[in-house]
């Protein structure tokens, strides 16, 4: 019997709820699924997964993708304002499912496939402040996600938290624990000043002292009172089951000289730096060892508690890192949006533009595929708007059998619907090899393979990576191949509400006879208070922009409210914070804003009114 949990807040508690349970049928594929509590052993069958197939698959689910219509990615958007969009989305939503799936594709086109479904949620492990996220759920995500019975109680409290690698740099900085054997010790290119001599000898000195009442402590018995005055007195403290000892320090030039001295004036002694709770050093153990044999065994222990601790920083993370290490093909069904998710969640903040994007990415993921590109090829993109879909036309139109084999078992808890979709993405691949007569094991090894070309692929109207200089001809509508410069295309708002495509057509054909003229241009809803009109002839769109905003031969449009922009403001609105519900609020918003600005390039300067500090 299974239950479906659901939560809503109020203000800082959680209320759960659960409906009355009912059937449901058993899934096709056991999913491991993966939680704070199994994790650290679920990483390592990962990694051997990952390391045995020639692909990882990957599906996210986020709390939503986008919050309007346009705020999708159109037909008429060039590379850039598709990433701006999805860069926007990532940092808006939240990751609370990542499916990994290690799979591997034979000549016969058997898939055998491995999936994981991790379930993530931000969490401030260390109370640093960090992560601190907010971020936005759509109710039609959360209700999709709970009809698969997912499971809100489970994501929140047992959910793997994760940190990313800018993030990481940040959280070791401030921990003031940390205890490291790592610090390098750069011979010094200047000599030592007066001060450095006095500092080392009186360390030194010290230190020396020190040794030597820890060896006669261990030679005879004191009772406790003596014991623990002389530890007292020498300052010796316990690190572990050795003696240790700390010197404070005041800058990273006396850690230095505390480290260089110790290396080579004392064999069994290991200088330790303790950091500092704002960040630097705050003083150095050094931790008297018995032998050689005792000095390799701290060392030994010291990494692989630094090693625990990282991995408990980096939390999730540590899957991202096994997936670039390995350098396998990635294989995904949405790539922009699931790698800018994955770029501000896991690596560091989204870069402003698609070029750096892309050099970022590729320096962590070499060879990213998208299976939509694959459809492309054969002539389904359209038709498929979810990964069901696409598997559904592409049975209709093709004869392409895949066995899909499953090694791994999965208990009553983790035989659940979440994490199917990444099994479907490596189906979908493997289907789309098949038709495309490629093999996937060979393919990504010769240089002129058919799939080498959709490697780092973004835009679907790019062919590869290369592509990075951005055109500027465009795809206007979905379904139709011809391409026009965004130069020609107009963005026009302020009509009625209600009004059709068709019905604006008309009324810009009657608003002036060089409109007039037959198949001079065309008009789409963007949103229902938004249009685009794309002008077949060059010049006409600028002579709109004109007309429209000075009310020369189109007076009537212009006192009835109507207002037009060129795609620079488009890109403009695409660029900032002001992506509101709809794309003629926004635009009014830059246009606002760009007024504003051009109004403050001039100022009035009064000499007058200046204050002289000289007089004060």
């Not at 449901?24 to 509590?37: F, I, L």
């Not at 008297?288 to 980096?314: A, G, I, N, P």
């Not at 009657?510 to 060059?538: G, H, Q, T």
Request: hydrophobic residues 35%.
């Amino acid at each position: 019997m299974f239950r479906r949990r659901f939560f809503s807040t109020n203000a800082s508690n959680f209320t759960f709820f659960s409906p009355k349970p009912g059937g449901r049928r058993r899934p096709p594929w056991p999913v491991k699924q993966v939680t704070k509590s199994n994790f650290s052993d679920s990483l390592n069958e990962l990694n051997n997964r990952i390391i045995n197939s020639d692909f990882v698959a990957i599906s996210l689910q986020n709390t939503g993708s986008y919050s309007s219509r346009w705020h999708r990615i159109l037909p008429f958007d060039t590379a850039e304002t598709a990433y701006l969009k999805a860069k926007y989305a990532a940092e808006k939503f939240q990751i609370l499912q990542f499916a990994v799936c290690p799979f591997s594709v034979r000549a016969s086109n058997k898939l055998t496939a491995h999936p994981f479904n991790f379930h993530l949620f931000p969490r401030d492990e260390f109370k640093l402040g960090m992560p601190c996220y907010s971020f936005s759920c759509q109710p039609s995500y959360l209700a999709s996600m709970a009809k698969e019975d997912f499971d809100f109680n489970n994501c929140i409290y047992d959910g793997i938290s994760y940190l990313s690698r800018a993030q990481e740099l940040e959280v070791k900085r401030q921990i003031s624990t940390s205890v490291s054997s790592g610090y390098v010790a750069q011979s010094s290119s200047t000599l030592r000043s007066v001060a450095d001599n006095v500092f080392v000898e009186r360390i030194k000195s010290r230190v020396g002292h020190w040794i030597k009442a820890c060896k006669r402590s261990a030679m005879k018995t004191d009772d406790a009172l003596v014991s623990s005055l002389r530890k007292l007195i020498l300052g010796c403290e316990e690190y572990g089951s050795r003696p240790s000892l700390n010197i404070d320090v005041c800058s990273e030039r006396q850690v230095q000289l505390v480290f260089e001295m110790v290396k080579t004036q004392y064999e069994n002694v290991v200088p330790l730096a303790v950091a500092a709770k704002g960040g630097g050093t705050q003083s150095v153990r050094v931790v008297l060892t018995s032998s050689k044999e005792d000095t390799v065994l701290l060392e030994k222990e010291l990494q692989d508690m630094e090693e625990e601790q990282s991995k408990h920083v980096r939390g999730f993370r540590e899957v991202i890192d096994l997936i670039s290490t390995s350098q396998k093909p990635v294989v995904t069904h949405n790539s922009l949006n699931d790698f800018t998710s994955i770029h501000s969640k896991f690596l560091s903040p989204l870069p402003p533009t698609m070029d750096e994007f892309r050099s970022s990415l590729h320096s962590v993921f070499p060879d990213i595929l998208d299976v939509n590109h694959l459809m492309k090829e054969v002539g389904l993109l359209n038709k498929c708007t979810n990964l069901p879909a696409a598997i559904f036309h592409l049975k209709r139109k093709f004869f392409a059998p895949t066995e899909i084999e499953i090694p791994q078992k999965a208990s009553v808890e983790d035989s659940n619907n979440h994490g199917h979709n990444v099994v479907r993405v490596g189906e979908l691949f493997a289907k789309l090899c098949f038709i495309l007569k490629i093999t996937p094991e060979t393919v990504l090894k010769t240089d002129g393979s058919s799939l080498k070309r959709h490697l780092n692929v973004f835009n679907l109207d790019s062919d590869n990576l290369q592509d990075s200089n951005e055109t500027d001809d465009i795809s206007i509508w979905t379904n139709s191949p011809r391409k026009i410069s965004i130069n020609n295309l107009v963005f026009l708002w302020g009509f009625r509400n209600g009004t059709s495509a068709g019905n604006l057509k008309n009324l810009l054909c009657k608003s002036s006879d060089v409109l007039s003229e037959n198949d001079v241009f065309d008009v789409r809803l963007v949103d229902k208070n938004c249009a685009v009109i794309v002008f077949w002839k060059n010049g006409l769109s600028k002579w709109f922009l004109d007309a429209i905003g000075s009310g020369d031969g189109l007076m009537k449009l212009a006192s009835e409210g109507m207002m037009a922009a060129g795609y620079e403001s488009y890109k403009r609105v695409c660029n900032s914070d002001i992506l509101g519900s709809d794309l003629a609020g926004s635009l009014e918003v830059e246009r606002v804003l760009e007024d504003d600005t051009e109004e403050s390039a001039e100022v009035y300067w009064n000499s007058e009114l200046m204050i002289n500090f000289d007089d004060l």
